[in-house]
């Protein structure tokens, strides 16, 4: 499969947002990826597309406001029938060489405890488990805070 990577752009919003909740099999995961990660990071997001130029795959992320050193990893995405074949490697490839030429050396990211695909998915990848913090986006819903160092 032929896949282009390229930066977001706020056009790709629509098809982005046309596809999350069918990716995750009907779960409501359109709300956690607002509009603005295809205004406002678009350097520091991307969009994954075959050889025809079907949407595969999209990651958004952005740099830290707060911490200098730090970029965050907010939303990926990869299509059913392309999973497994490393397009969401590739993808946390991207953003990790982009923040790596903007200075950045630790790269985060926050999933739930109860999606352990998630979980080894990123440590596979380099990442370590910082830490698991109970009611982190509220009562009740717990999260894994991992941390990637980069070389």
């Excluded at 607002?34 to 990651?59: C, R, W």
Aim: glycine share 12%.
């Amino acid at each position: 499969m032929t896949v282009t990577i390229r930066h977001a752009k706020p056009s790709d919003y629509g098809r982005v947002i046309g596809r999350v909740n069918v990716w995750w099999g009907g779960r409501d995961m359109a709300p956690v990826l607002p509009k603005l990660f295809f205004l406002h990071f678009e350097g520091t997001s991307f969009v994954a597309e075959d050889g025809e130029g079907d949407l595969v795959g999209f990651l958004c992320g952005f740099l830290s406001q707060t911490n200098d050193n730090e970029a965050y990893i907010h939303f990926v995405g990869v299509t059913p029938d392309k999973r497994g074949e490393g397009l969401g490697r590739t993808l946390y490839e991207r953003f990790f060489d982009e923040v790596r030429s903007k200075g950045r050396t630790v790269v985060r990211c926050v999933t739930s405890p109860v999606n352990q695909g998630s979980v080894g998915f990123h440590e596979a990848l380099g990442f370590e488990v910082d830490r698991v913090v109970e009611d982190y986006d509220g009562p009740g819903e717990d999260r894994v805070l991992l941390v990637k160092r980069l070389s």
